[in-house]
């Protein structure tokens, strides 16, 4: 069992930083593809970012390529997204979520929501204009 707890969400303005983390507890992190989801009121849960330690590289959304970085810290369980120039249109609720254990996040990333064996709770991030 894997429990995920999401922190640092919040409001910013347009232009705005935030850094949400993920900490993980229950289960070690290694091997499994640590991905951050977002769902908006109204809309489908869509995938941001996803990355595992060993991987060549991330995965990211194109909506938030070159404005979001995701990193992963195996000492600490901690999986973060720093979201930088934020846009009213990043306002959601930030999930994070744990793939299947050995598993590459191509995996997570091609089946969204159906591949994640564990999600946090949330967090809500508001960008105004």
């Known amino acids: 069992q894997v429990q995920l707890v999401e922190s640092g969400g919040g409001s910013v303005q347009a232009g705005g930083s935030l850094r949400l983390s993920c900490a993980a507890s229950?289960?070690?992190?290694?091997?499994?593809?640590m991905g951050w989801f977002r769902q908006a009121p109204g809309k489908e849960r869509e995938r941001v970012a996803a990355?595992?330690?060993?991987?060549?590289?991330?995965y990211y959304a194109d909506s938030v390529k070159d404005r979001f970085t995701i990193s992963l810290d195996n000492a600490k369980s901690t999986v973060y997204l720093q979201m930088n120039s934020l846009k009213p249109e990043d306002s959601a609720m930030y999930y994070c979520?744990?793939?299947?254990?050995?598993?590459?996040?191509?995996?997570?990333?091609?089946?969204?929501?159906?591949?994640?064996?564990?999600w946090g709770q949330g967090t809500q991030v508001t960008v105004s204009s």
């Open positions: 979520a744990a793939g299947p254990r050995y598993y590459a996040c191509a995996f997570l990333w091609s089946r969204g929501d159906d591949a994640a064996n564990y």
């Open positions: 229950g289960s070690t992190v290694n091997y499994r593809c």
């Open positions: 990355m595992r330690t060993g991987d060549s590289s991330p």
